[in-house]
DNA sequence: TATTGCTCTAAACTATGGTTTAGGGTTTAA
DNA sequence: TTAAACCCTAAACCATAGTTTAGAGCAATA
């Protein structure tokens, strides 16, 4: 049942477009993969396995030379497991905190959306502009709405 | 109560290098902020509300060109609310995507991180690598683990 | 009043993560 | 056996989001 795939293979599979898997196996994210006679790239289905998680690990920022890092620990065998646990602790954290931050910002986002949906709107935002009108002018600043 | 604040006031508010808010000005994020017959910049209190909205933008991913989009169209008053909730509508919808791709990757993340804190650990990898070196072994290809 | 610290612009530079192009070989199917 | 579809590398190119530098002016204080 063993079968090899193409690079078009994986791009498809990954939705990812050629070139970028290319620029992966340049920048040595990809040292499991191998040549055939001609040159070409051949994946294994283990290939997909590794490649879902340089996708998992994009897919949260990690930057590429650090995705590198962990893919070369992971060819070195049982002996850097300590040190992938570590690697991984760490960008776990790191999603963490992206979560956090997308929270916070989405409920921003939330609020200014209710207010424009309001049926109040127009007064609401009205309000807020003659607000910042009225600071400025008191502060001697121009008055940056644009409203003629 | 009113009161004047620098790019440095800014910068530290916010904690973004001064020269992050110089370039936001350039690319036109900052149309509300004055300066004074030096040529310095001067931001009164609601200025720190369009900055906060700003980042916020900025950290849910969205360019800078769309942020200066939606900054213009708070500019040009009240007759932009609904262009500005379309925007923003768009916008949240990313944002709910990178929700549910951070959520996703974080399973898989947690999946690596209990096989390498399992008991188990080693011989899970083990087991992992043999399998992968045996695929590799009946397909022709070259063991891409540097275990000697 | 002079030093220190703050500010400015313009332009060059950097980092990251790719994409595109040029030139050329391989594979498959009619 | 040839055209279409694939694959390769190297190198140039691009986009985004800044940062740094050079050269200069303003402000506060000792």
New interface residues.
């Given amino acids: 049942m ?1 079968k ?1 795939y193409s690079i078009k293979d994986v791009a498809e599979h990954f939705d990812l477009p050629i070139s970028t898997i290319r620029y992966y196996d340049k920048k040595g994210l990809l ?2 993969v ?1 040549k055939n006679q001609a040159g070409y790239r ?1 994946f ?3 290939d997909f396995g590794f490649i ?2 340089i996708c ?2 994009k ?2 920022g990690m930057p590429i030379e650090k995705i590198r890092d962990y893919i070369q620990l992971c ?5 850097t ?2 040190q ?2 570590y690697l ?2 760490e ?2 954290q790191n ?2 905190d ?2 956090r ?3 916070e ?2 409920k ?3 609020t ?2 209710d207010r ?2 309001s049926d109040d ?2 007064n609401i ?2 309000t807020q ?1 003659k ?2 009108e009225t ?2 002018r ?2 001697n ?2 008055d ?4 003629k």
Same sequence: chains 1, 2.
């Fill in positions: 063993e090899l040292p499991f191998s051949v294994s289905k283990s879902q998680t998992c690990l897919n949260t060819m070195q065998g049982t002996s497991i300590k992938r646990k991984l602790q960008h776990k999603v963490l992206q979560q931050i997308l929270n910002s989405l921003e986002i939330n200014k959306l424009y949906s709107a127009f935002i009205s502009i607000y910042v600071e400025k008191t502060l600043l121009h940056p709405f644009l409203t």
